[in-house]
């Protein structure tokens, strides 16, 4: 019998492709890096339990360009400044990616808040022009230009908050208690530049980040990056704590709440 690609794969075949995994080389992206300080109120209210505010009302967006294997990925984050536990770190509300293969092991394995969308970075000469968009809608845009060159930072460590979930078969909460997880990111950049610009937040009812406005503008970066994550859940999270924040994960804040189509097996 011919061999049927959806069966089981032989533990050799499983080892191979664990062991590849592990033999990646440093994939270096472009990026843009925008930072500045929201309202502290604001900050502090799209924080689900345990997490909280920090000592600033910090919110970081990154919209970044990735060569792979010739194919090139847009991939984009929005967050918040967070802390749990005594660390220190940044909790996405949103990761734009351009294709389905970069959300599923985000998602899937870490619990990163990832969607398609469309993310663009763009050069032209001294001219940067950065953005996020789902829906047609532009809702993160940072332009500016150019204005020098910045000393390379030493490697840097990262961490970013999520929280893995599936929503309940029977449309009621959530299938087992939500994990809360630290992702580690270690980063080394080789190339950093100023941007002189500015950040424009523009009204989406799917991706609301118009309500972290910018008060002040800390600053605008382009830059070389690579980076590589491990992650570990560290607690067990309350489900009645987190059900509120869900609609952070869905366009259609009802989605968590939806039965079973009437009529279905």
Not at 38 to 67: C, H, K, Q, Y
């Amino acid at each position: 019998m011919a061999r049927v690609r959806y069966g089981a794969r032989t533990e050799a075949e499983i080892a191979a492709a664990r062991t590849a995994s592990t033999r990646l080389p440093d994939i270096w992206s472009t990026g843009v890096v925008a930072l500045w300080e929201s309202d502290p109120d604001a900050v502090a209210a799209v924080l689900p339990p345990p997490l909280e505010p920090t000592g600033r009302p910090l919110v970081r967006a990154n919209i970044s360009r990735v060569d792979l294997a010739g194919r090139p990925l847009g991939a984009g984050s929005f967050a918040v400044a967070a802390a749990h536990g005594g660390v220190e770190g940044w909790y996405p509300l949103v990761m734009p990616m351009t294709l389905e293969r970069a959300l599923t092991g985000g998602r899937e394995v870490f619990g990163e808040p990832k969607k398609l969308g469309e993310v663009t970075v763009e050069r032209d000469g001294l001219l940067v022009r950065a953005s996020l968009a789902r829906h047609g809608i532009v809702f993160v845009e940072v332009r500016g230009a150019v204005s020098g060159d910045l000393p390379l930072p030493e490697p840097a460590r990262r961490t970013d908050f999520y929280f893995k979930f599936l929503p309940a078969v029977d449309g009621s909460g959530l299938d087992g208690d939500p994990l809360l997880v630290h992702c580690l990111r270690e980063e080394r950049t080789r190339r950093l530049e100023r941007v002189t610009g500015d950040v424009v937040l523009r009204e989406s009812v799917y991706d609301p980040v118009a309500d972290l406005p910018v008060r002040r503008l800390v600053g605008i970066t382009v830059g070389e990056r690579t980076s590589t994550q491990t992650g570990r859940v560290v607690e067990r999270a309350d489900t009645k704590a987190l059900l509120p924040y869900i609609h952070q994960r869905y366009d259609d804040p009802r989605q968590i709440l939806d039965a079973p189509p009437e009529g279905s097996p």
